[in-house]
């Protein structure tokens, strides 16, 4: 089945906006094995132009994520224009106290208050750098957490946390936020401090306005219906921004849509329920590692899925399914439902980003660009790896 797509569905997929993460075009891995690339950004300003290309082919991904320390560099006003000059712009600063050895039993929970401070102090040189790239929002993701019951007081912990916090959002500008991620588990494997959106909520409420829950897709445990978690936290003016991969089992880091395009799709029907489809208070964010695929034409693929979904989502049928609802008629409200999701909106994609001065097939297009050959031949030794500072 395929179909048109409205002037309404048209103008609101013009309005979508896929924030790309810089470490999604460095090598990153896994635990076991992080495998390099001809061609791989040596420095956050090879990283940029990198992003820049998904943009350029897709007119999907105008903003770029960064991570300190990975993309730390001297002159973040210089990256902010390079990255202008590129056609994108930084976005979302996301913070790390996951790689020094002090936080090894926690960063913003831990008992030693000099330890604390130091990641405090890492998140408010954060916010200088969010200062100078114009960035809203500072990302927190805390891999911080215990392996064996008795070994960390799990309640004195939420308490040091939300004191950390406090600190950290005192130093926010009225335009920026903080965003906090939760994580079910890994790297602690017994409890993580926020593990969950509760958790989130519980802690960016205590906070203010300017601080909200981050949703990364691949951070449930199997079976759990995230978009019921989408539907209450938009409901609660609580959403600031997604982390979209997709999973097998873990947090995996895949192209999102590629294990479950139909998860993504029920994700997307309940963002735009909800109000939040182009919203300026939600950020869809990309956060996935390109292990064994090419790094950039695995995020053109990545947008790409987003943009289908949320066309495909665009296609309900508002009345007959509330109608079917109001009525009981529970096979009439799924095949609706299913009839979105089975039409097939990619001739229709094509042809309007084609109208659109945009190829019609952009991962064909940018493989005929000759990016990819000139990077590969130009960047010669000294790739930086995401996951090193
Ligand atoms: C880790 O699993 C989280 O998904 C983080 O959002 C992400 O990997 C981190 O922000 C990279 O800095
Ligand atoms: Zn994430
Ligand atoms: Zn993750």
Known sequence: MTTTLTPEILSALEQQAVEVPSWAYGNSGTRFKVFTTAGTPRDPFEKIADAAQVHRHTGLAPVVALHIPWDRVDDYAALRDFASEQGVAIGTI?????????????????????????????????????????SRDLKIWLAEGSNYPGQSDLRARQDRLQDSLQTIYARLSDEQRLVLEYKFFEPAFYHTDVPDW????????????????????????????IEFIVM??????????FDFNSRFYADDDLIVGAADPFQLFRILVEVIRGGGLNHPDVTFMLDQCHNVEAKIPGQIRSVLNVQEMTARALLLDGEALAAARSDNDVLAANEIFMDAFYTDVR????????????????????????YQQRIEADRVGGTQASWGA
């Open 94 to 134: 996301n913070s790390n106290t996951f790689q020094d050895d002090d936080y090894k039993f926690g960063a913003l929970t831990h008992e030693d208050d000099r330890i604390r401070r130091k990641a405090i102090d890492h998140h408010l040189e954060c916010i200088d750098v969010m200062d100078r790239t114009g």
């Open 198 to 225: 509760g958790t989130s909520y519980a802690q960016v409420a205590a906070l203010g306005d300017r601080a909200m829950v981050c949703l990364d897709t691949g951070h449930h445990a199997p079976g759990t219906n």
């Open 347 to 370: 001739p229709a994609l094509a042809a309007w980003r084609e109208s659109r001065g945009l190829p019609a097939d952009p991962m064909r297009a940018y493989a005929r660009s000759g």
């Open 232 to 241: 209450q936290l938009l409901r609660l003016g609580k959403l600031g921004s």
